[in-house]
């Protein structure tokens, strides 16, 4: 794998891209995955009443479950064909299959078939999510790496900060089956601007001698110590945001009576998240990845056990202002982690870069919407759930990171024990 390190323009020798460009176009690949999920958000009552739930009703949690499940089993295939491939075919084939999602989403007849054709959606979502991680690690490196990763995550995360209020907009000029057809012109454009995005896998690089060089990519990224313990670190960090995204509307509505405002409370909080991916890559070359990393992992317990005593201090049903705040640091500490630890993980994975992003993406992604569900169905009229929930979150966080961080257990050769053999008894005589 070549190392580069481009300042100006990235190119293949047949398209050339400038680097903000570049950036900008695998932050806008990135974004439409999250539109698939916070535009939504605002339009769950329309949706609601469409099929005949109640006000109350949690049912609509499984849009997003499905939605991430469906985006984490395809990154292997996804991550396979991009090493083999390439990086472009794979955005192409992505785009069409996420179009064809988000449109028979948009003709679903009943909340089964909106079910199904959500997890089509993700499907198909899958393959931006992987290639641009692939992309990131073809080109950059290291702490290099980690800083225009959080260049793109800071342009994502900006989505969700107006995607709420979009989507309330829309729900007066259309119907939730609207909303879904605005994401279909959104992914035509991203398709069309991917057109401009050079191959980035060189054809050295590719592994193309069959399924034997993609059991040995996968064994590679599944026994490298730091890169899957950085892995279940974010598995638990996108399980709480997962549950978070699943029931924020639930929350603000129905605990603090506050669902008139929630475009404009989503966005306030995702608007923290974007400000600290703004303020990672100086901190990353400031700081160095390691050591942002179990910093902001300290701070984090600190803010999640707050929450935590808050919550069960107040019945479940604390100051909405003092609990806003509390998120508000929680978020942030989620912007710094989270691109953080996923650079972390794929920093020993260069001459694997799409294996390893697919597999990192579904075993964090899988394991963090099933975490999900179990935090979604304890939901009881209070925060106290989502509480412990971030609060363990942070735990396993915590936990994952300082293994990633800590040397592995060196092996001492058996000849070292020799000397402890006992010394042979004098021969037994006839």
């Not at 070549?2 to 050339?16: F, Q």
């Not at 945001?241 to 603000?252: C, D, H, R």
């Not at 998120?327 to 972390?344: D, E, Q, V």
């Amino acid at each position: 794998m070549r190392e580069t390190y481009p300042t100006t323009a990235i190119s293949d020798g047949v398209r050339t891209i400038g680097r903000r460009e570049f950036i900008g176009l695998l932050a806008m690949m990135m974004a439409i995955i999250a539109l698939s999920v916070d535009l939504m958000l605002p339009a769950f009552g329309d949706i609601r009443a469409d099929f005949g739930l109640t006000p109350d009703s949690n049912a609509l949690a499984g849009l997003i479950t499905v939605f991430l499940l469906g985006l984490a089993l395809a990154q292997v295939v996804y991550g396979v064909l991009s090493d083999r491939y390439g990086r472009r075919p794979i955005i192409y084939t992505g785009l069409a299959i996420y179009i064809v999602g988000a449109a028979a989403s948009a003709l679903a007849p009943t909340l089964g078939w909106l079910l199904v054709a959500r997890f089509l959606w993700g499907l198909g979502a899958a393959a931006p999510r992987v290639v641009t991680l692939s992309v990131v690690r073809d080109t950059y490196q290291g702490d290099q790496m980690a800083k225009v990763m959080s260049f793109i995550m800071a342009i994502f995360i900006l989505v969700p900060v107006f995607a709420p209020t979009l989507g309330a907009l829309l729900t007066g000029w259309f119907t939730w089956r609207g909303m879904f057809g605005f994401t279909v012109i959104a992914a035509i454009a991203v398709w069309v601007w991917a057109v401009r995005l050079p191959e980035t896998l060189h054809p050295e690089d590719r592994r193309s001698r069959g399924w034997s060089q993609v059991v040995q990519a996968g064994r590679k990224v599944l026994t490298t110590r730091s890169t899957m313990t950085y892995t279940l670190a974010l598995t638990f960090m996108f399980g709480v945001f997962a549950s978070y995204l699943a029931t924020s509307e639930l929350i603000f509505s129905e605990v603090f009576g506050r669902g008139d405002q929630f475009p404009l409370i989503f966005g306030v909080l995702a608007s923290v998240m974007g400000v600290g991916m703004l303020l990672n890559a100086p901190l990353v070359e400031r700081f160095g990845l390691v050591r942002l990393i179990r910093a902001v992992t300290i701070g984090y317990l600190a803010v999640t056990t707050g929450l935590v005593i808050l919550a069960v201090g107040s019945g479940g049903v604390p100051n909405f202002w003092v609990y806003a705040a509390g998120l508000m640091m929680a978020f942030a500490c989620h912007a710094l982690l989270i691109p953080n630890i996923n650079s972390a993980a794929m920093t020993p994975m260069g001459a694997v870069a799409g294996t390893a992003s697919a597999v990192t993406g579904t075993l964090s992604l899988a394991g963090g919407a099933l975490i999900g569900v179990v935090i979604d169905r304890s939901f009881d009229g209070t925060v106290t759930p989502l509480s412990v929930a971030f609060l363990v979150g942070g735990v396993g966080a915590w936990v994952f990171t300082r293994l990633a961080e800590s040397p592995p257990p060196r092996r001492v050769p058996l000849a070292a024990f020799e000397h402890l053999q006992p010394e042979p008894g004098p021969a037994a005589s006839d």
